[in-house]
Each structure stands twice: as C-alpha cells, then as structure tokens.
C-alpha cells in the first residue's frame, strides 16, 4: 500500500551464522502529510531476530534529533555491536509484525456513552439506542469511558510504529469494540459546547486505532455511525461543536456518519423522558437510522 525503499543493508555473522541487517523506509504519508517510518531489521531468511521502529513525528521541532539520524545510528551501531554481544540486543521475542485486521461485522454494534453521569440523560438515549440494535437483530456493547482507565494521548507518535498505544490502560478495550462493530453510537452530553472530556480523551486516543488500520492496510468493510446528543439549552446552536468533534472523528476512524439524534432543552425538564411524545419521537429516528446501518 505504501512505498517503501531500502536505505541500508549489510550482511553480518552472528552467533556464526550468517544474517542480514536492512534499514528501510516507508512512505505514511497517507495517514500524515511527509510520515516516513523507517524499519531496521535483523533477519536470517524469513525470521526476524531483531526489529527497531521510529517514525519522523516522533520528533517534534525542537528536537535537535531526527528519525533518519536515530534510525542510521542504530543501523551502524548494530552493525559494529551485533556480532560480538548479540545478547545485548536480542533480548526478547521481536515486535510482531502488524497483523491484517478482520472486517467488521454488521451485526456488530458498539455505544459509547459519553457522559460521566451513569444514570443521566446520555444514558437512558444509549438505553434506547441499544434497544433499537437489538430490536435490528444486532449484538450491541456499551462502554463507559468515564468509568474506565484511559489516560489522554501524549502526541508521541509512536503508534505509527507498530500499530499500538504505549500506554498501558483500558483503550485495547475500546479499540477491539471498535474493530468489530459494523455501527458506532456515540451518545454524548454538550459540555461547554463540546464533549465531556472523558470522552474527547478516547476520541483523541483512537490515533493509535487509525495507525494500526493504517499499517494492516486491506479493506475492513462499510462501518457506519450515529451520534445521539443531548444538550442542556435549547436550540440547534448547542450542537454546533458536538456534531463537528464526533463528525471528525467517524470520518478519522473511517465510519459514515448515518445522521444525528438531537435532545435539547434537558435542563429544564431533568429528565428527557418527563416531556411528552419525545421518548417515542427518539426511538423512532433510532430506529430509521439503524435500518440505514443495514443496507
Ligand atoms: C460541565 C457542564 C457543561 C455543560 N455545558 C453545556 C453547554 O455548553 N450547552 C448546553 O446546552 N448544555 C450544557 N450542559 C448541560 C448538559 O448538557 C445537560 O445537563 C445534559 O442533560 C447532561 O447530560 P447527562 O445527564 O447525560 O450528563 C453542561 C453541563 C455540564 C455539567
């Protein structure tokens, strides 16, 4: 899927076996304008016995260091080190390589409930979404981000590595939901015009899903998504920024936004379901725009 060149290789006898040690670099410009990941490898035929990764936005600006330089030092400092003290490098087993990722399923649906308030207006709109899945015939799955441990991206990059968050904490959770489902709902209180900041977290945590989508290449099949907001004012211009943030970030993961379901005023009332007709006024747009994520 991506260009990629060979920017040094030698052959070297470890252990007194032959071997090869390869630099090359990738064209990722398909995920960020200029992303060039490079691969240092040391391989005996098809197996791989040492892999170091880096990538060009690993390296911010002030940064007197860049990928190319980091990548052919370790390229020359391998190549002098390896054969006298390979238990120096080869330590452990080497990164596995990006595996090719399995299509979503269509009947596979996932909520993310936005709102830290577990029992709040964003949760009985997820209620009614996941009846309306079910009601779809679809399997669905709601998280709760507030609930769960996901610090925010530090910008580091490093998932165009290998396709994988460094941070260890609960995001593989929301990533593998995300993988499978054919649909996504996001169901989201308006927060200071926009999205409460646990959810805006996972949002900005999906880089490393959109890397490893990046890396595996391949087609995983249509995902569609639905955004279901609630806001405490009334009026269309409370869903201004709400409906950008979540619109960015289906299109970021590659889901076609199906529309938006839309509850205003909240405030005045507490609960949603205490104004009349809206509760059946809900699940019916539910409803039709489920039926839109089958065909
Ligand atoms: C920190 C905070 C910021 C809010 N900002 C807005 C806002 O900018 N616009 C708005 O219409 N409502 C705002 N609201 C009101 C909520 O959107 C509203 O109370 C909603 O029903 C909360 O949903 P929940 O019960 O799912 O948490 C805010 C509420 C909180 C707690």
Redesign the pocket.
């Known amino acids: 899927m991506h260009g990629a060149w060979v920017l040094r290789s030698a052959e070297i006898v470890v252990d007194g076996t032959p071997g090869v040690l390869v630099l090359k670099g990738e064209d990722l410009s398909a995920a960020y304008p200029g992303m060039v990941r490079y691969t240092l490898e040391f391989r005996r035929g098809d197996t791989v016995l040492y892999t170091y990764l880096t990538n060009t936005y690993e390296y911010p600006p002030a940064n007197p260091q860049t990928a190319e330089s980091v990548a052919l030092t370790a390229f020359h400092r391998l190549r002098q080190e390896l054969p006298g003290r390979p238990d120096t490098f080869v330590l452990h087993p080497p990164e596995p390589v990006v595996r090719p990722l399995p299509p979503h399923r269509p009947e596979a649906a996932v909520i993310i409930?936005?709102?830290?308030?577990l029992?709040?207006?964003?949760?009985?709109?997820a209620g009614w979404a996941a009846d309306a899945c079910r009601d779809a015939g679809m399997r669905c799955e709601t998280l709760y981000p507030a609930e769960m441990r996901i610090e925010p991206c530090t910008g580091c990059f490093r998932c165009y590595n290998a396709g994988r968050c460094v941070i260890p904490d609960d995001m593989p959770a929301i990533d593998r939901a995300l993988a499978e489902a054919g649909l996504v709902i996001v169901?989201?209180?308006?927060?200071?015009?926009?999205v409460?900041a646990a959810l805006k977290v996972v949002i900005d945590r999906c880089q490393a899903y959109r890397a490893g989508r990046v890396l595996a290449g391949g087609e995983t099949g249509r995902q569609a998504g639905i955004l279901c907001a609630?806001?405490?004012?009334?009026?269309a211009e409370?869903f201004v920024c709400v409906s950008r943030v979540v619109g960015s970030f289906f299109r970021f993961i590659g889901a076609e936004m199906l529309g938006e379901v839309r509850?205003?005023g909240?405030?005045a009332v507490?609960d949603?379901r205490a104004t009349a007709g809206r509760e059946a006024g809900v699940r019916a747009e539910l409803r039709a725009l489920i039926a839109r994520a089958g065909r």
């Open positions: 409930q936005g709102s830290p308030r029992y709040g207006n964003s949760a009985i709109l169901c989201t209180p308006v927060y200071t015009e926009t409460p609630v806001a405490g004012r009334k009026g409370n509850v205003d909240a405030d507490s949603i």
